[in-house]
């Protein structure tokens, strides 16, 4: 679900449930055909690539309420944005990827 291409076109970033039953995302090498999981544990989904800035926003259920999250792909380190009791439930990055839209 919600797939989207790095900039240099060779990783597919999607949500699945497929390895442990609740939705995670994950990065799919085309070129290599390696699998990495990008989350684990919780409820993550709707993955969001920003090609300026090589991050990916997602959202995760953190205390039942899903709250929108930032994977830095080239650190690996993930970061929470919000914090509220209001649920997010997809974003889109600004051209500039400067700013995201909830």
């Known amino acids: 679900i919600s797939p989207c291409l790095s900039k240099d076109g ?5 949500c699945s449930d497929f390895l442990t039953g609740h939705p995670q995302i994950y990065g799919f090498n085309l070129q290599e055909e390696t699998l990495e999981p990008i989350t684990s544990g919780g409820y993550c989904a709707c993955p969001s690539y920003c090609p ?6 997602y959202t995760k259920k953190i205390q039942g309420i ?3 999250c930032l994977y830095d ?3 690996k380190k993930h970061v929470q944005l919000t914090h509220d009791a209001s649920n997010k439930d ?3 990055w600004s051209p500039c990827g400067n700013y995201l839209l909830v």
Request: proline share 0%.
């Open 10 to 14: 060779t990783t597919v970033y999607f």
């Open 52 to 57: 300026r800035t090589n991050k990916l926003a």
């Open 90 to 92: 997809e974003c889109s």
């Open 66 to 68: 899903m709250q929108l």
């Open 73 to 75: 792909i080239t650190n």
